[in-house]
T-cell receptor, first 116, second 115 residues
């Protein structure tokens, strides 16, 4: 079974440009999470999608946005790129949203975004 | 290949018991080390991290971890757990490489604290 796949592996952009990162969850997983790991920091929660809807977002400006498609794959868009957006962006998926269950998270390998 | 191993997949213990979760990695170079927690129904949260300096790291919620370089380990500890510590715990290692750093997660340990 394929794991969580992310593309591209590396992305180089310049300030002011837009970046689009893609994530395909494990088959059968409906929840997709996006995280940012900037240099010197731990993972910072960005966005959570489930069943096509945004369920929660972290403390990031509105130029970070995304969507989830009917096949549960997801895009993360970052507009008006700034130098400090350079980071590893991780996608994770799990089976479904539940208030009490503790379904396991599966991670992709990440997209390394470099803003020059 | 570089990997991160969490030996305990499931841990069940009673309130007030002490907790220790093992994490070992296989990489001989410089590493940054993390422990994350996922509470039921929530996303990952950072418990603590180690980059350099004092190998005994104190995190949030009374957790601490010790980096033992010679053993390639970064075990997580809490002296006295509470029911609210029921969660899944992930160890993660960033392996610092000239060709580009690689972040790898362990498989996670599910902890159930009985009231």
């Amino acid at each position: 079974e394929a794991g969580v796949t992310q593309s591209p592996t590396h992305l180089i952009k310049t300030r002011g440009q837009q970046a689009t990162l893609r994530c395909s969850p494990i088959s059968g997983h409906t929840s997709v999470y996006w995280y940012q790991q900037a240099l010197g920091l731990g993972l910072q929660f960005l966005l959570w999608y489930d069943e096509g809807e945004e369920r929660n977002r972290g403390n990031f400006p509105p130029r970070f946005s995304g969507r989830q498609f009917p096949n549960y794959s997801s895009e993360l868009n970052v507009n008006a790129l700034e130098l400090e957006d350079s980071a590893l962006y991780l996608c994770a998926s799990r089976v479904h949203r539940s208030p009490t269950a503790n379904e396991k998270l599966f991670f992709g390998s990440g997209t390394q975004l470099s803003v020059l | 290949a570089q990997s991160v191993s969490q030996h305990n997949h499931h841990v069940i213990l009673s309130e007030a018991a002490s907790l220790e979760l093992g994490c070992n990695y296989s990489y001989g170079g410089t590493v940054n080390l993390f422990w994350y927690v996922q509470y039921p129904g929530q996303h990952l949260q950072l418990l603590l991290k180690y980059f350099s300096g004092d190998p005994l790291v104190k995190g949030i919620k009374g957790f601490e971890a010790e980096f033992i370089k010679s053993k390639f380990s970064f075990n997580l500890r809490k002296p006295s757990v509470q029911w609210s510590d029921t969660a899944e715990y992930f160890c993660a290692v960033t392996m610092i490489k000239a060709a580009g750093n690689k972040l790898t997660f362990g498989g996670g340990t599910r902890v159930l604290v009985k009231p």
